[in-house]
């Protein structure tokens, strides 16, 4: 086996899991590249993470809105939900923080997928 096949296959650090399935949803190149970015930055347990959309947007090549843009579609297909936080500042305000993004399971994302496509 070549170096290339045992690392993925033992669980290497410089590998993330992106699902086969995600190529059938008809994803465009821009909410392919933000659900990867997103899968890439999760925590394997808790299906989280936390990138700011100029994090997100650095990491991709993409504006912070066509971040939004691209987040709110993945939303739509039910690949990720977001959550808003809030934090305290130094001065005692209550500020918006970043969004939590849960990955959701592939599956319910073929399943809307596939409804979706019934009734066109």
């Known amino acids: 086996m070549n170096s290339f096949l ?5 669980g290497a650090k410089n590998f993330f899991p992106l699902p086969n399935a995600i190529f059938s949803l008809g994803l465009s190149t821009g909410e392919l590249a933000v659900y990867a970015y997103l899968m890439y930055c ?3 347990k808790s299906h989280q ?3 700011s959309y100029k994090t997100i947007g650095r990491a991709v090549g993409m ?6 843009k691209y987040v709110r579609e993945l939303e739509y297909k039910t ?3 977001t959550e808003p936080t809030k934090y305290e500042s130094a001065s005692g ?4 923080g970043n969004l939590i993004f849960t990955i959701l399971p592939i599956q319910g994302a073929i399943e ?9």
Request: net charge positive; charged share 25%.
């Open 79 to 81: 690949l990720i939900l």
């Open 93 to 96: 305000q209550v500020r918006n």
């Open 42 to 44: 999760e925590d394997r």
């Open 63 to 68: 504006s912070e809105n066509t971040v939004r």
């Open 112 to 120: 809307y997928h596939n409804e979706c496509q019934l009734w066109k």
């Open 6 to 10: 045992r690392a993925s296959c033992s």
């Open 49 to 51: 993470c936390w990138p």
